[in-house]
């Protein structure tokens, strides 16, 4: 049989194996492993798919070593022009960017130019934020969430986005009004808009835009040829992934993540061939193919326990150390709405899981516990999905009223099929105004104000679904609703301002 090659460094079968390596467009298996994990993994994810109604692209390597023993592609990159993912496809990662600013960090380090315990104004002496105590959060505060900076300092990062050479500058504007929320490396809390911060540094210190020193310094190095940060600023390249979301069925969602500004926390956007890369190097801490891109003993640190997590873990230098099936697993995920990923590292058993999707919802995270499960576990755990699935699909075929029946009787039901979540209604009920479909939003949001009539966000999306259908009156007491539960809530007094 044929041998094609995903990547050849990745792609060794070794002697011994019992079966050969099968390569086809979208699939890669090699020995015991790869035909056990498609004979249990591949029906499990199709299934998984078939419950949440996923026609979106999905993207799944398993490596040993330095060894790809199984990859799959599943649905589309573009549903609508059936254009398949394959292992090239480019899909946004979202947070788990944030390790490549890590290894960036680390790679400057390593030649001396900072290092971790350095104060970030001793690099960027006009960053100010309001109150006290932004003067001591160091380096390492930040890429280990322990900073104090808030999590995301402005909310509309996809629908007012940043471009250009200055976009990471906009950072220090926006946190100069912004306080910490708690004495830097006394707590954990997740920020994303400390990360952007750290990508500024960077740019500092190494007199290069951000996006090329790591793309010279780590994605060049480790062979990721295909990541780029960059895109052309009003169309989509032809081998990028879409973004998806599901409402009543799998539907685009608009905007596509993209700001310059946001680079460094939810930037990179890359394919499975890279990732995998990505696994391989950082399984062996720092090296891929002979060649070191980080010294072994600064990632040895990254990759060491540095803070104590709130749910009882550890994290790293951006990595979160944890642990599934009782073995010591390195991991980090992304998730923006449009996309999913995440990354296993099982650094005894030298395994690296990554998994890939251009539609939220994917349950990547189920399916990457699945795979650990088959390959150390006997037998793959139960699972459920939303019932906002048979909602949506009772919806399609006979309307609210029988969707509203269907919650009813899922909410009652005792099997384990199903979890009922009143909140998945109301993300059902986003999503359909995201895309503009204004009467299923307004059937849908009205059954989530029968269970919640305490949803500011519900009433305001109210508000612009009567909107749009002309009913003015309407849209006005459904925007002063907001205001009544909380008068503060600026969108709502935006919306209500042309009326005033």
Same mark, same amino acid.
């Given at each position: 049989m044929k041998y094609i090659s995903l990547l050849s460094c990745l792609l060794i079968v070794v002697s011994c194996a019992p079966e050969v390596a099968v390569k086809e467009e979208s699939i890669i298996l090699a020995g015991e492993s790869g035909s056990r994990l498609d004979s249990l993994l591949t029906p499990y994810i199709v299934g998984l798919r078939e419950q949440t109604d996923n026609k979106a692209g999905l993207v799944v390597g398993i490596s040993k070593g330095n060894q790809t023993v199984y990859a799959r592609s599943f649905g589309y990159a573009d549903a609508e022009k059936k254009i398949p993912v394959n292992f090239k496809t480019k899909f946004h990662i979202a947070s788990l960017s944030k390790p490549f600013v890590a290894a960036a960090i680390l790679k400057l380090v390593d030649i001396g130019a900072l290092r971790l315990e350095d104060?970030?104004?001793?690099?960027? !002496?006009?960053f100010v934020m309001a109150g006290q105590g932004y003067e001591n959060i160091s380096i390492r505060n930040i890429l280990t969430h322990t900073?104090?900076? !808030?999590?995301?300092?402005?909310?509309?990062?996809?629908?007012?986005?940043? $471009?250009?050479?200055?976009?990471?500058?906009?950072?220090?504007?926006?946190?100069?009004?912004?306080?910490?929320? $708690?004495?830097?490396g006394s707590q954990y809390s997740y920020s994303n808009s400390a990360?952007?911060?750290?990508?500024?540094?960077?740019?500092?210190?190494?007199?290069?835009? $951000?996006?090329? $020193?790591?793309?010279?310094?780590?994605?060049? !190095?480790?062979?990721?040829?295909?990541?780029?940060?960059?895109?052309?600023?009003?169309?989509?390249?032809?081998?990028?992934?879409?973004s998806y979301s599901y409402g009543l069925q799998t539907q685009p969602w608009t905007p596509y993540p993209y700001n310059e500004r946001l680079f460094p926390s939810s930037g990179l956007v890359t394919n499975l061939e890279d990732m995998m890369l990505w696994a391989t190097l950082n399984l062996a801490?720092?090296?891929?193919?002979?060649?070191?891109?980080?010294?072994?003993?600064?990632?040895?640190?990254?990759?060491?326990?540095?803070?104590?997590?709130?749910?009882?873990?550890?994290i790293g230098l951006s990595w979160f150390l944890q642990s599934y099936l009782d073995r010591p697993v390195i991991m980090h995920q992304g998730q923006d709405t449009g996309f999913e990923a995440i990354i296993y590292l099982y650094p005894k058993d030298s395994v690296s899981i990554v998994v890939m999707a251009n539609r939220d919802y994917s349950r990547t995270g189920r399916i990457i516990n699945a795979a650990s499960e088959i390959l150390f576990a006997d037998d793959l755990k139960t699972y459920s999905v939303s019932a906002k699935y048979p909602f949506s699909k009772t919806y399609r075929e006979g309307g609210i009223e029988a969707a509203r029946l269907k919650w009813a009787e899922l909410r009652a039901d005792t099997t384990d099929n199903y979890y009922v979540d009143d909140d998945d209604i109301l993300s059902t009920g986003a999503i359909l105004e995201n895309a503009a479909y204004w009467n299923e939003t307004r059937e849908v949001l009205e059954f989530y104000k029968d269970l919640n009539d305490q949803s500011t966000y519900a009433w305001r999306l109210l508000g612009n679904a009567y909107l749009h259908l002309g009913d003015t009156l309407q849209a006005i007491a459904h925007y002063e609703k907001c205001l009544e539960i909380n008068p503060e809530y600026e969108k709502a007094k935006a919306a209500l301002a042309p009326f005033r």
């Open positions: 104060k970030i104004k001793r690099h960027i !002496p006009e900073s104090g900076i !808030p999590a995301n300092i402005k909310t509309a990062d996809w629908t007012d986005p940043s $471009f250009g050479p200055g976009a990471l500058e906009e950072n220090l504007d926006l946190l100069r009004d912004i306080q910490l929320e $708690f004495e830097p990360y952007d911060l750290l990508g500024l540094l960077i740019e500092r210190v190494s007199g290069m835009r $951000f996006s090329e $020193f790591v793309t010279k310094e780590i994605l060049v !190095p480790a062979g990721m040829s295909e990541s780029v940060y960059t895109k052309p600023k009003d169309t989509l390249p032809e081998d990028w992934a879409l801490h720092g090296e891929i193919n002979g060649i070191e891109v980080l010294g072994k003993d600064h990632y040895e640190k990254m990759l060491s326990p540095q803070f104590a997590t709130p749910w009882g873990d550890n």
